[in-house]
């Protein structure tokens, strides 16, 4: 049974920064792509980025060139660097495999506002 834990969320003001990890225990994460997921609230859970075995990325319109995702297989971690945050980066934010097939973790909640 795969454990997904995110952690290093919090409130930050507008253009602030944070980075978010994510660990998964008892996993095949090295051979999955992974995924950074959010949800606002009233809203769907939407993946926002992705990142492969080897390290290739893929990023939603709305969060490139400000987050950035990265991961160790080794230590089956996974991190999110926000930069630039904007109010309506407010969610909460999960990890999980590109289909998430892994149980869903208790998520981080980012809010973002002044």
């Known amino acids: 049974q795969v454990q997904l834990v995110e952690s290093g969320g919090g409130l930050v003001q507008p253009g602030g920064s944070l980075r978010l990890s994510c660990a998964a225990s008892?996993?095949?994460?090295?051979?999955?792509?992974m995924a950074w997921y959010r949800q606002a609230p009233g809203k769907q859970r939407e993946v926002i980025a992705t990142?492969?075995?080897?390290?290739?990325?893929n990023y939603v319109e709305s969060v490139k060139g400000r987050f950035t995702i990265s991961r160790d297989n080794a230590k089956e971690t996974m991190a999110l660097q926000m930069n630039s945050l904007k109010p309506e980066d407010t969610a909460v934010y999960y990890c999980?495999?590109?289909?998430?097939?892994w149980g869903w973790g208790q998520g981080t909640q980012v809010t973002v506002s002044s």
């Open positions: 999980n495999t590109l289909n998430g097939v």
């Open positions: 990142i492969q075995s080897g390290g290739s990325t």
């Open positions: 008892g996993s095949s994460f090295s051979f999955r792509i």
